[in-house]
């Protein structure tokens, strides 16, 4: 399988840099694949798993929103939050579900939307990081 060269920066850290089979992005409209050779693109992502294919091997990586750009040089993505599974602390991230699902009454109108659509993206990552498949 061709390989192609992926990027993936947080304001944190360069969480990846090297060569894939595939990579799996959660976009704003939609999950999509990445293999080489794909038509230039650039995308937001939503909180969600990005995975990293390489060799056969998938490695699991917790992005919370930012941007995906497909180029001739590769993919880069740049997340506003990257964490690989291992790294997750688990019962920090369902504390963090619980503290955002209790201010939701303190939220009204569009901004309660936009609260509710992100602890669904959370409960989504939640439940993802819970199954037996991503062990």
């Given amino acids: ?24 992005v959660p976009g704003v409209e939609g999950d999509f694949g990445v293999l080489a050779g794909h038509a230039p693109v650039v995308a937001a992502i939503r909180p969600g798993i990005l995975t990293i294919i390489t060799s056969g091997t998938k490695q699991k990586i917790i992005v919370l929103g930012g941007l995906a750009e497909v180029s001739d040089k590769g993919l ?13 602390d688990r019962d920090q991230f369902a504390d963090k579900i619980a503290d955002m699902q209790a201010k939701l009454s303190e939220k009204e109108g569009s901004e309660l939307d936009r609260a509710i659509e992100r602890l669904d993206h959370f409960k989504s990552i939640q439940s993802q990081i819970n199954t037996t498949a991503l062990h």
């Fill in 1 to 24: 399988m061709a390989t192609f060269h992926l990027d993936l920066v947080s304001p944190e850290k360069l969480a990846f840099s090297g060569a894939v089979d595939q990579v799996d």
């Fill in 76 to 88: 880069t993505v740049l997340a506003d939050v990257a964490t690989s599974l291992d790294e997750l």
